[in-house]
């Protein structure tokens, strides 16, 4: 899945790469678990591969990694765990829930 890229309130620039399951097809399906780095912009397709790469691991060890984010119950219920060097704030929180749910509404909106 390719990253997504948005600013959070004024100042805060947010990469989110969500997790992905491949099943048999081949096809990768979308999960309910979100990770959230902060961007720098200084990253390539060479490092946002290395923090791909890094999704499975029980600790992130990318200083720019501020924790994820589940989609329990869609359009109801949200868990953000502060895992990561950065802990988000619950107004930070829930723009970012909000840009997720506009995209996850649009997939035509999401570059696979």
Do not use: C
């Amino acid at each position: 899945m390719a990253p997504i890229f948005f600013t959070v309130g004024a100042e805060l620039p947010i990469m989110i790469i969500p997790n992905t399951d491949a099943h048999l097809d081949g096809h990768a399906v979308l999960t309910y678990t979100y990770n959230i780095y902060r961007d720098y912009g200084f990253e390539d397709a060479a490092m946002i591969q290395l923090k791909e790469k890094e999704l499975m691991l029980d600790k992130k060890k990318n200083p720019n990694y501020m924790g994820y984010i589940t989609f329990e119950d869609p359009g109801k219920l949200f868990t953000y765990t502060a895992d990561g060097s950065e802990e988000l704030d619950s107004e930070e929180v829930q723009e970012i829930i909000e840009n997720i749910s506009h995209y996850r509404d649009h997939p035509g909106m999401w570059q696979i």
